[in-house]
Nanobody, 123 residues
Framework: QVQLAESGGGLVRAGDSLRLSCAASGRTFSSYAMGWFRQAPGKEREFVAA????????SYSDSVKDRFTISRDNAKNTVFLQMNSLKPEDTAVYYC????????????????WGQGTQVTVSS
């Protein structure tokens, strides 16, 4: 069992940066691939980024590629999402998730989810 807690969200202006963190409980964090997803009001949850167990592999959605960076610190049981050049369309609740399988873009591949953190980008 893994419990996840996101932090770092907030209200920023277009062009600003934010760094989200997701702290995981338990001693098996390094056994899970991790992902970030987001959900905007009235829209379905969408994939943002994912990272492999060791951090050697990453993937991004086209909408955030070259702006966002996912990373992890297995010693601190934490995964990060560095978000640069934020746009109003990045406004959403951001969720981190843990997968026992692979760093997939498919939400169904993830076993555990956090409660989410709100990111609001004003124009």
């Amino acid at each position: 069992q893994v419990q996840l807690a996101e932090s770092g969200g907030g209200l920023v202006r277009a062009g600003d940066s934010l760094r989200l963190s997701c702290a995981a409980s338990g001693r098996t964090f390094s056994s899970y691939a991790m992902g970030w997803f987001r959900q905007a009001p009235g829209k379905e949850r969408e994939f943002v980024a994912a990272i492999s167990l060791t951090g050697g592999g990453t993937s991004y959605s086209d909408s955030v590629k070259d702006r966002f960076t996912i990373s992890r610190d297995n010693a601190k049981n934490t995964v990060f999402l560095q978000m640069n050049s934020l746009k109003p369309e990045d406004t959403a609740v951001y969720y981190c998730a843990a997968s026992r399988w692979t760093y997939s873009s498919r939400a169904s591949q993830y076993d555990y989810w956090g409660q989410g953190t709100q990111v609001t980008v004003s124009s």
